[in-house]
């Protein structure tokens, strides 16, 4: 006698937990990421499942459940930060993570990160130490200044000057300098934040050293200059020479902070860039404090540097705000070994960011050359195409270096560049005039073959 089928509810097809977990693509997963984490993850994913049964949707197999949850194991335990591959020729990528550093400061780093170290420990005297030393005295020596301080962050150097020097008393800045650097960090809120007033003197376009004169008051704290990293004014335009604000300064009894920003220790005009500021010039110009980011053209890890005055570094040292600033181990391994690498005057050799800008034009040819070679053995539509790398890190906005691209021409630019973007490794490109690029200057040679296995798993 036939059996008369039954309307079971479609949820009922779905396998247990345990089903699913003993499924021959799961039993490694689940060995090698835990058991816990696998149960929650197959409770997921078939949660998901059940809703879009639910929904009207089709059964799932369990091959494919199973692949689901081994997917969603990998990507968890891959965590949510990794190296990608910077294709863009844009050196100084924020978003990016900014400097990539030498060897010697990765060594370095490292070498303090597996053990203990001196870090505020004195050897010769067997007793505690100073860990802002170690910045110090390097930084000393590159830039001439009397003395000078590492701390977390340029912003955060920023707000630590303005909060030790200046709380409850006036800072006087040029209207064409209340800058948004970016990240929603802007000269008037920090300014407003440390508990400093702020006056505003000139106008945005021009601003004269007779308006710093008259704003000077007994309530004058600072002189506040602040670069315009990431913006340039052209035209009707006068902004006080730092020589001038120091001469007005002096005279008044006031210290005289400048903000580089970025800054430099090397001269960028020496690249066929526009001079970005030098520190060491700023420091010689008699600017009382200078501050300037470890991780922009310095090509350090994440930092923010002081140098000046003796006093005044002492003053910020002695400020509560130092320690919730202040940087680790590591940090100032990677701070040291970079500094060194400009002492010995190899810095351009050494440390990545000056290799890049300094990167010939025809080893760019070449390597370009090499990739679009390979890739249209592969099939690809690729070819070499002259372009221009960009500096990035609100440092020389509107400077650009001549490069060399690979340019793929792909039916729809955006999904391959997208395809890029979600590929092991991620490749970050640029997309311009319907093409994708992909320029080697960010490139180091050693990424080439992960590089061009990407593109070719992403086209499709
Ligand atoms: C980048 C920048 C900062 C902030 O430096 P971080 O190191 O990113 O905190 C501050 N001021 C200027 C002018 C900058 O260009």
């Known amino acids: 006698m036939p059996v008369k089928p039954v309307a079971t509810d479609p949820r009922r097809s779905l396998p247990s937990v345990d089903r699913l977990l003993s499924h021959q693509f799961l039993a490694a ?3 090698e990421h835990g058991r816990e984490l696998a149960v929650e993850v197959a409770r997921a994913v078939l949660a998901a499942a059940r809703a879009t049964l639910q929904a009207g949707g089709a059964t799932p197999t369990l091959d494919g459940l199973a692949a689901e949850v081994a997917g969603r194991l990998v990507a968890t335990a891959r965590g949510t930060l990794y190296p990608v591959i910077n294709a863009t020729g844009v050196i100084i990528h924020t978003n990016l993570g900014r400097a990539p550093l030498s060897q010697a400061a990765r060594a370095a780093m490292d070498a303090v990160a597996a053990g203990y170290s001196n870090l505020e420990y004195d050897l010769d005297a067997g007793e505690r130490g100073s860990r802002y030393l170690h910045a110090e005295t390097l930084l000393c020596r590159l830039t001439g200044a009397e003395a000078g301080l590492a701390v977390n962050n340029n912003a955060g150097a920023i707000f630590l000057v303005l909060s030790a020097l200046a709380v409850g008393r006036e800072v006087v800045i040029s209207r064409g300098q209340l800058v948004e650097i970016g990240g929603g960090f802007r000269i008037p809120d920090v300014l407003r934040q440390s508990g ?8 945005t376009n021009r601003t004269h050293l007779r308006d710093f004169q008259e704003a000077i008051g007994p309530e004058t704290a600072l002189l506040l200059r602040v670069h315009s990293s990431n913006f340039r004014q052209i035209g009707f335009t006068a902004e006080v020479s730092l020589a001038d604000m120091v001469e007005l300064g002096r005279k008044a ?26 520190v060491q010039q700023s420091v010689a110009a008699g600017a009382d404090l200078v501050t300037f980011s470890g991780d922009k053209l310095l090509g350090g890890p994440q930092a923010g540097l002081i140098v000046g005055r003796q006093a005044l570094v002492a003053q910020l040292r002695h400020h509560p705000l130092a320690r919730t600033l202040r940087v680790d181990k590591s940090t100032l391994a990677g701070l040291q070994a970079t500094l060194l690498h400009y002492l010995r005057g190899e810095a351009e050799r050494e440390v990545p960011v000056w290799r890049m800008i300094a990167e010939p034009l025809d080893a760019l040819g070449a390597r370009a050359d ?3 070679a390979a890739l249209c053995a592969r099939g690809l539509a690729a070819e070499v195409i002259p372009s221009t790398s960009a500096i990035g890190g609100g440092a020389l906005p509107g400077e650009t270096l001549p490069t060399r691209a690979v340019a793929l021409t792909h039916p729809d630019p955006d999904a391959l560049a997208a395809a890029l973007r979600r590929g092991d490794p991620p490749v970050v490109v640029r997309v311009a005039e319907g093409r994708v690029l992909l320029d080697p200057r960010t490139t180091p040679p050693a990424e080439d073959s992960a590089l061009l296995a990407a593109v070719v798993a992403a086209w499709g």
């Open 253 to 278: 009894g006031v210290p005289v902070v400048d903000d580089l920003g970025s800054g430099s220790l090397l001269d960028t005009t020496r690249y066929g860039l526009a001079a970005e500021p030098m």
């Open 370 to 372: 090499g990739w679009a």
């Open 196 to 203: 400093a007033r702020l006056v505003e003197v000139g106008t």
């Open 29 to 31: 997963a689940a060995a």
